[in-house]
């Protein structure tokens, strides 16, 4: 009975005209669907009494459950948004390094809620070291390092390669070089990621190799604190090509240069999980997305 709600408002207002404006409908056609109810039910639900309409008793029974129908519409909707309520977001929790954070983690976030915008994303910070006993207690879903990790009961998907470069302010001394080699770096003002990160022991390793002594100012967990420094105390550092976004070095005013002997020394970003992520439909799409954004060469 599809006309049963504008019967309800005739009665409600005691007039076909009121009634059609509130409807916005016209009277004409307010008459016919009364009309089409009357048919339907086989009763008459109101008389005419001059210009006023009397409801009848049929009219009556039919005004009440009208009413019920609009509890029971009310109470439905209720019930449904109690439901929708109670349901549990989706979520997911990423373990980072803090460089891998401020780098990579945005990108992957963004082509993630693109498709999913519901799903509540928190990120814990630390090193890698710090990481991989999180994936593994499970006090993360998913862990983003910058590091190609083998440890029992974890799995690791690598994303990209990538290697250091030498970053200069303008006017530094080495931006005009013709070339520049791994010596070069001996003796030089730097400011570097502090100790314990995953490319400082990278650094370390390789100035280790090659007997290099830069002479380093600053050490300093954050990439973006490093990039506002280099260009504030005029020195050189050190810092993973993936970091290195066309507008950063624009809007700081960097030059990169690019060393043989660091092109050679690759680390692979990755993500890490355990095997009960099949168990976690939002942290396996969210896996998913990040394969298939690099995969097309989304870094």
């Known amino acids: 009975m599809e006309n049963i709600d504008i019967f309800a408002k005739v ?13 916005n409908i016209s009277q004409p056609a307010l008459s016919r669907k009364i009309q089409r109810l009357e048919e339907e039910l086989g009763v008459a ?27 029971l519409e009310r109470k439905l909707h209720r019930s449904i948004e109690e439901f929708k309520t109670s349901i549990k977001p989706a979520s997911i929790t990423i373990g980072a390094s803090l460089t891998t954070l401020q780098s ?8 993630y809620t693109k498709n999913y915008p ?13 990481i991989v006993p999180m994936v593994k207690d499970r006090k993360v879903d998913i862990g983003l390092v910058a590091s190609k990790i083998e440890h029992p009961g974890l799995k ?6 990538d290697h250091l470069c030498l970053v200069l302010p303008l006017g530094h001394p080495y931006v005009d070089k013709a070339s520049i080699d791994i010596a070069g770096l001996h ?10 990160t995953w490319y ?37 550092t050190l810092l993973p090509e993936s970091y290195l976004r ?15 002997a660091l092109e050679q020394m690759t680390r692979t970003t990755s993500l890490l999980f355990t095997e009960e992520v099949v168990h976690h439909p939002s942290a396996q799409q969210f896996i998913e997305k990040a394969k298939d954004y690099f995969n097309r060469g989304g870094n």
């Open 11 to 23: 009665v409600e207002l005691e007039s076909l005209n009121k009634a059609s404006q509130a409807l």
């Open 104 to 111: 990579t983690l945005p990108d992957l976030i963004t082509i």
């Open 118 to 130: 519901n799903t509540d994303i928190k990120a814990i910070t630390g090193k890698t070291h710090e």
């Open 246 to 260: 066309s507008n950063l070095i624009k809007d700081n005013e960097l030059v990169v240069r690019f060393i043989p």
């Open 156 to 161: 690791c998907v690598p994303l990209f390669d």
């Open 187 to 196: 003796e030089l003002p730097m400011i570097l990621f502090s100790r314990g």
């Open 45 to 71: 639900l109101f008389t005419r009494k001059g210009k006023r309409l009397e409801i009848t008793r049929a009219g009556q029974i039919c005004y009440e459950y009208a009413l019920e129908q609009k509890h």
């Open 200 to 236: 400082r022991v990278l650094m370390d390793e390789m100035f280790h190799r090659y007997e290099i002594q830069p002479d380093v100012k600053m050490e300093i967990d954050s990439f973006e604190a490093i990039i506002r420094l280099v260009s504030t105390c005029k020195t050189a």
